[in-house]
């Protein structure tokens, strides 16, 4: 009686991480069935693994926008912005660091911008972050007159941090672990966490009980910009190079990435789990189509399927 | 009843202030509209003051000065004898000043868990800021047991506040003021929506707050709530008070006429 009671409440608290995985599981049997020269061989994952984490990164920043009940458009240019003046330090200054700290700041400054336009003004996220990812996105191609930069750090430390391996595994999936069980303890086990989800969840309640609510919404912007960034700071390693339209068609891959997970779009609950898992799922869908044999124009539409799917399965679970 | 059952009242130079909380000539505007226009309101110690008036009459922009949510303009209020300055009093301030406030039920977060409902902006946590998750629930089911009379069935620390019925809710909010041991715990329309067992357990802890030697804002536009558990009752209309009465001078059916007619449109 006690283990059933316990089952039924670790379902209970587990159900969404349970069915995604288990549509995760299906699609990859899926994909193995279908071409299982590809899927069978570890090449394909180990390729997953090293371009997954850019979406997966910012997904991560996006997860803990949407627990604040809030949303954000405009990181796939922060990327870019964020990319170009870590490119720019780099080739000026010949520091490798000096460039990451640029581009960080960079991406939380533009954070904080929509931020404080979104708490202080008052305008809703979406407005603001749609207005400033063009005025972003405008900006980077201003300052590099559209051309791209080369970024050829070499062999040396920050290459090998952030674009080598590690036993093998790519570094990038590495970060993008480091960051996801980072992001969980913020969010879960930290107080800067629990102001995040309670706003999401009921602002009012959460300004009676003392907590300063825009500044909290500021921060969590400010990481959103920062997570933005260092997606850049790892395409850019990767690429050995920065390019003007870096970051695009990121943004829809990302909202599916958080979405598939089972993080809802109302505030308040949140899943890092299921970003992580979410990020592969959404990630490793065009390779599948394309070995599978389907032609490109397969893909967009097995994507809306699976995106559909998934939201339909979250929803009717947490009814 | 004497003055000096809180030795936190005795302030620099050994002088004794009556008062826990006195506000004089309050003015609250939200944008144009005038909210208060002029307030005198007072609670000392180890009264239980009823509020009491409709809606609009400017009862809870009252309160929320009181508890730090909104800034007064014009006016002066001390609370233990310390002048507030309204650009540096929050909610913060308040809860360190000992005032604690049961709001309706919507001051409670829905999906999250109870032990971070009673915690949220008091969190223990380590030096880094991260919350010690195990102290803070085990303090929640001490509060649960011996507070909230919470017994053992269905809710427990871990549970949501959506799955607790209106009363339980009033009870977690109740529990965490007396958790954190106010000194003046203010109470808005906490009654509304509960069941008349429900409002009897209130009540009760309205009348526990007496015993313990504490005070008590009781706001709600239901006088036969009010009257029984009041020492004296303060009538608000449109943004002013416009009576002040001591129970012993008063019955319930006069009280009840006397606030028809200080809020009978002139």
Redesign the interface.
């Known amino acids: 009686m006690d283990s059933k009671l316990l089952n039924s409440k670790t379902w209970e608290k587990y159900k969404t991480q349970i069915a995604l995985i288990s549509i995760a599981i299906f699609v990859l049997l899926l994909f193995i069935i279908t071409s299982p020269a590809v899927f069978l061989s570890p090449q394909i994952y180990r390729s997953f693994l090293s371009t997954v984490p850019f979406v997966g990164v910012m997904a991560l920043g996006l997860t803990l926008i949407l627990a604040m009940g809030q949303i954000d458009l405009s990181f796939p240019a922060v990327m870019a912005l964020s990319g170009f003046v870590f490119a720019l330090t780099y080739q000026l200054s010949g520091s490798v660091f000096l460039g990451m700290l640029a581009c960080l700041l960079t991406g939380s400054f533009v954070g904080m911008l929509n931020g404080l336009l979104v708490t202080k003004i008052g305008i809703p996220a979406i407005v603001v972050t749609i207005g400033m990812q063009f005025f972003i996105r405008g900006l980077s191609n201003v300052l590099s007159q559209g051309s791209a930069l080369n970024m050829n750090v070499g062999d040396n430390i920050f290459y090998r941090l952030f674009a080598g391996d590690l036993f093998g595994i790519p570094a990038q999936a590495i970060w993008f672990v480091f960051l996801s069980i980072l992001l969980w ?1 913020i969010l879960f ?4 966490g ?2 995040v ?2 706003t999401g ?2 602002e ?8 300063n609510v825009d500044k909290t919404k500021i921060i969590a912007f400010m990481i959103m910009g920062g997570a933005a960034a260092f997606a850049g700071i790892l395409d850019v390693f990767r690429m050995r190079t920065w390019w003007p339209t870096m970051g695009e068609g990121y943004l829809m891959m990302t909202v599916a990435t958080v979405f598939v997970g089972g993080t809802s779009m109302f505030g ?2 949140a899943t890092i789990l299921g970003t992580f898992i979410g990020a592969f799922l959404i990630g490793s869908l065009e390779a599948g189509i394309v070995a599978a044999g389907l032609s490109g124009f397969w893909t967009r539409l097995i994507y809306g399927l699976l995106i559909l799917v998934a939201v339909t399965i979250h929803t009717v679970m947490n009814r | 009843m004497g003055g000096l059952s809180w030795p936190l009242l005795v302030l620099g130079g050994g002088k004794i202030v009556d008062k826990l909380v006195e506000m004089k000539n309050i003015h609250k505007y939200y944008g144009r509209l005038k909210a208060l226009k002029g307030i005198d309101f007072s609670v000392g110690d180890n009264e239980i003051v009823g509020v009491l008036g409709d809606n609009g009459a400017g009862k809870s922009t009252l309160i929320k000065i009181i508890t730090g949510l909104h800034a007064f303009r014009e006016g002066e209020m001390y609370i233990k004898g310390e002048k507030i300055n309204p650009r540096h009093y929050s909610v913060k301030k308040a809860h360190q000043l000992g005032i604690e406030t049961v709001y309706q039920e919507q001051a409670l977060a829905e999906k999250q868990a109870l032990w971070r409902n009673i915690f949220l902006g008091r969190q223990k946590t380590n030096a880094l800021g991260f919350i010690k998750v195990k102290e803070e629930k085990e303090e929640t089911e001490k509060v649960m047991r011996e507070l909230m009379g919470f017994t053992g069935i269905g809710a427990n620390p871990d549970s949501n506040i959506k799955t607790l019925s209106g009363g339980e809710k009033q009870g977690v909010a109740i529990g965490r003021a007396m958790y954190f041991d106010a000194d003046l715990v203010i109470l808005d329309e906490p009654t509304m929506a509960l069941s008349l067992q429900e409002v009897d357990k209130v009540l009760n802890f309205i009348e526990s707050i007496k015993t313990r030697g504490k005070s008590c804002v009781y706001i709600s536009h239901n006088i036969s709530n009010v009257y029984p558990v009041s020492d004296r009752f303060v009538a608000m209309d449109r943004g002013k008070v416009v009576g002040r009465y001591n129970k012993d001078e008063i019955s319930l059916d006069q009280l009840n006429e006397e606030l028809i007619s200080v809020t009978k449109v002139k």
Request: charged share 35%.
């Open positions: 303890a086990r930290h107080k800067f629990e102001h989800l309670f969840d009921n009012d309640a959460t300004r009676m009980m003392g907590i308040g609950e």
